[in-house]
T-cell receptor, first 117, second 114 residues
Framework: EADIYQTPRYLVIGTGKKITLECSQTMGHDKMYWYQQDPGMELHLIHYSYGVNSTEKGDLSSESTVSRIRTEHFPLTLESARPSHTSQYLC????????????????FGPGTRLTVL | KNQVEQSPQSLIILEGKNCTLQCNYTVSPFSNLRWYKQDTGRGPVSLTIMTFSENTKSNGRYTATLDADTKQSSLHITASQLSDSASYICVVSDRGSTLGRLYFGRGTQLTVWP
């Protein structure tokens, strides 16, 4: 089992609150990713990082922001949560220079299920 | 447009039976295809990876096939167990960029009944 952790696992908050979803991995992976997944739908990439101080937006537009100050830590922040942010958020990490095209495996965390009332 | 389509959307089988899940893709240029298992409330876990030159690969009771010409893959589960109840996601990686990117299917929700 991969050593990638997400907290909290479940979060119910009111509209307008600021929240931070934590993701950490102990495998020393340089590449990390955030995905958003709604029930019965595919995963959508919202942010990724190829290393410390490197962050990029993914395919799906998101009002969230991320930071990568340490290799092992990749938190996601919502400044003002809205009901449209209700979803499952999955963090993943990847090791190696070959990347996804080279067959390297992404390891996923257990996810955070966010509900905004 | 690069896409990954899975069928059926959901499937219910009895314990001990076999089943086959399908994946069709249009991703190009193709690099590899993975099948992931995602238990409810958990992150996906890789079952198999297949590259262009591979036709069949097994992992215990899971057997994946790939036909790169027709851009189709299947995942066959033998002698199903209750613990096989999960969503099975087909994920295709391209090689259009240096590090590649992933295209996800919506998954097949498998339920195994006793």
């Amino acid at each position: 089992e991969a050593d990638i952790y997400q907290t909290p696992r479940y979060l119910v908050i009111g509209t307008g609150k600021k929240i931070t979803l934590e993701c950490s991995q102990t495998m020393g992976h340089d590449k990390m990713y955030w995905y958003q997944q709604d029930p019965g739908m595919e995963l959508h990439l919202i942010h990724y990082s190829y290393g410390v101080n490197s962050t990029e937006k993914g395919d799906l537009s998101s009002e969230s922001t991320v930071s990568r100050i340490r290799t092992e830590h990749f938190p996601l922040t919502l400044e003002s949560a809205r009901p449209s942010h209700t979803s499952q958020y999955l963090c993943a990490s990847l090791h190696g220079t070959a990347g996804l095209a080279g067959g390297n495996e992404q390891f996923f965390g257990p996810g955070t299920r966010l509900t905004v009332l | 447009k690069n896409q990954v389509e899975q069928s059926p959307q959901s499937l219910i089988i009895l314990e001990g039976k076999n089943c086959t899940l399908q994946c069709n893709y249009t991703v190009s240029p193709f690099s590899n295809l993975r099948w992931y298992k995602q238990d409810t409330g958990r992150g996906p876990v890789s079952l198999t990876i297949m590259t262009f030159s591979e036709n069949t690969k097994s992992n215990g009771r899971y057997t994946a096939t790939l036909d790169a010409d027709t851009k189709q893959s299947s995942l066959h589960i033998t002698a199903s167990q209750l613990s096989d109840s999960a969503s099975y996601i087909c994920v295709v990686s391209d090689r259009g960029s240096t590090l590649g990117r992933l295209y996800f299917g919506r998954g097949t929700q498998l339920t195994v009944w006793p």
